[in-house]
């Protein structure tokens, strides 16, 4: 099973940006397309981005136009930058290869 380590979240105010990073240990990492959700207490998963093996990237609606999914494939590693943020962009952010998933990254933004 492919090992995901999220890491860079933390207390914004609203307004500032943040970038999240989630490194593979899978050595073809860059043959697979990565994704980010995020979750909060008593609430299903919600898509955040995604970008595919070839680099074709897709946003929820919810941040588009503030959020940037980029791949690095010499660290295996994909990052979410997220500007402009909401208070309703808080919750524990988590990267997805294949069917494995990182533990998550916490995101918090206060107003």
């Known amino acids: 099973q492919v090992q995901l380590v999220e890491s860079g979240g933390g207390l914004v105010q609203a307004g500032e940006s943040l970038r999240l990073s989630c490194t593979a240990s899978?050595?073809?990492?860059?043959?697979?397309?990565m994704s980010w959700y995020r979750q909060t207490p008593g609430n299903q998963p919600e898509f955040v981005a995604a970008?595919?093996?070839?680099?074709?990237?897709h946003y929820a609606d919810s941040v588009t136009g503030r959020a940037t999914i980029s791949r690095d494939n010499t660290v295996r590693t994909v990052y979410l930058n997220i500007d402009h943020l909401k208070p309703e962009d808080t919750g524990l952010y988590y990267c997805?290869?294949?069917?494995?998933r990182g533990q998550g990254t916490q995101v918090t933004v206060s107003s």
């Open positions: 997805a290869m294949l069917d494995s």
């Open positions: 899978e050595p073809d990492f860059s043959r697979y397309g």
């Open positions: 970008i595919t093996a070839g680099r074709n990237t």
